[in-house]
């Protein structure tokens, strides 16, 4: 694989390479990924946390990269290969912000983000050079209504929303949550879980919040089961999660947890604290039948990746991406026409069953969610195997509206 080192533009360099038509540095040789595409390459910028402190997930890398190795080998978009640089934010948002200021310079035509949550500070810098932002999660109201944000990831913004009909669905008659305290994003979090619960009927114990530095959970725990709650949902860091449900099962507590799907993925390697936790996901667990095929491609063209909801989810998000730039087939491939395939040509779109089918709806109304995939799948996980509660997408209620 050959790498291309790119400068950064912000005094507070953001770390970027360049990949072209392959997936890891062990793999350049394969020739099960060697690209086959020939005409003038599609840049694009892959940006999210791989590295530092704040839930950090460097298989979202490797997902892509595969996504992009199976497109160039099998003859790229119209022959034309994707070539993808990769700005690492490091969960920080000044770095966020050097990223779109790179990708501006760059002259990328999209900017891939699956689970960045620093987009907000991003997306001001890629709207004014109608540069589009594909594949983040909704934490924000201007994740969900900017013109050139395309999530495809249900999130903090809105995500909760299905917590109430999961959580009245495997039996909770009381409800209490524990929220993360982090900048732009607790609030909303805070009001979508009261909503979710107020619209099934469910008694609601209030919110507990949490620093991300904390790392003792135990008296957070006697504190939601004071309330009464003989449920509690989650919204946290992985590191936050992984310290909740270690007090959680070491106390015995016999509250149901119910969290995201995004955080329970990588705790494989603690396997005895997950079980008999309640996952809900806008993504399909790897240990899902269904999205079997797509574990075995990235498997296949980035080899030694780490299975996770991230990593196959990303994989997908670069799937769905080319899909619309194939249909659209536009001249050339500009920041311009790459926004308008964006907006033209996803309705309904598979994800190998990975995320829910996928759509984009072009608005002019102001504050209008545009956006998009809005239902869930829900597990009752037990170690390493889930069992579904809900095998087929649900739909997230409430969230249709104009906001």
């Known amino acids: 694989m050959k790498l291309r080192f790119v400068a950064p533009v912000a005094a507070v360099a953001a770390a970027c390479l ?21 005409a003038s390459p599609i840049h694009v910028m892959l940006s999210t946390a791989l590295t530092g402190s704040n839930s950090p997930m460097p298989e979202t890398q490797s997902g892509l990269n595969a996504a992009v190795a199976e497109i160039n080998h099998t003859g790229g978009i119209h022959g034309h290969p994707i070539d993808m640089a990769v700005c690492d934010t490091q969960g920080n948002e000044n770095l966020a912000e050097s990223c779109a200021q790179q990708a501006v310079q760059n002259k990328d035509v999209a900017v891939l983000a699956p689970g960045n949550v620093l987009t907000a500070g991003m997306i001001p810098t890629l709207q004014k050079a109608g540069i589009a932002l594909f594949g983040a999660d909704t934490n924000t109201a201007l994740d969900a209504t900017s013109p050139i944000s ?42 979508s879980f009261k909503a979710a619960f107020q619209s099934v009927g469910l008694p609601y114990g209030g919110a507990t919040y949490s620093p991300t530095s904390q790392t003792n959970f135990s008296s957070t725990l006697a504190a939601l089961q004071a309330t009464g709650a003989d449920c509690v949902t989650t919204a946290l860091s992985i590191a936050q999660t992984t310290g909740f449900l270690t007090a959680w099962k070491q106390s015995g507590s016999k509250l149901k947890v119910i ?14 604290i997950d079980t008999g936790v309640y996952v809900y996901s806008p993504v399909r667990l790897p240990s899902d039948p269904l999205v079997a095929s797509t574990v075995s491609n990235v498997t296949k063209y980035a080899p030694g990746t780490v299975i996770s909801s991230r990593s196959i989810e990303s994989y997908a998000i670069g799937q769905l991406f080319a899909e619309a730039l194939t249909k659209a087939n536009p001249a050339t491939y500009t920041a311009s026409t790459v926004l308008a395939a ?3 040509d996803l309705r309904n779109a598979p994800s190998a069953n ?7 709806v072009p608005t002019t109304v102001a504050n209008q969610q545009r956006i998009f995939s809005k239902s869930v799948v829900a597990y009752d996980v037990s170690g390493t195997t889930t069992k579904t509660v809900t095998p087929a997408w649900v739909l997230i209620p409430g969230i249709n509206a104009p906001l």
């Open 18 to 38: 360049v990949f072209t038509g392959c997936s890891s540095n062990s793999s350049n040789n394969s020739s099960s990924n060697k690209s086959t595409a020939t």
């Open 150 to 191: 395309f999530p495809a990831v249900t999130g903090g913004y809105d995500l909760n929303n299905a917590s109430g009909s999961i959580a009245k669905q495997i039996g909770c008659q009381k409800i209490s949550t524990l929220i993360i305290e982090a900048p732009d994003i607790t609030t909303v979090i805070a009001n």
């Open 259 to 272: 969290v995201p799907g995004t955080t329970i993925a990588p705790l494989t390697s603690i396997n005895s």
């Open 342 to 344: 964006l907006n033209n």
């Open 354 to 360: 990975v995320l829910p089918p996928y759509s984009t």
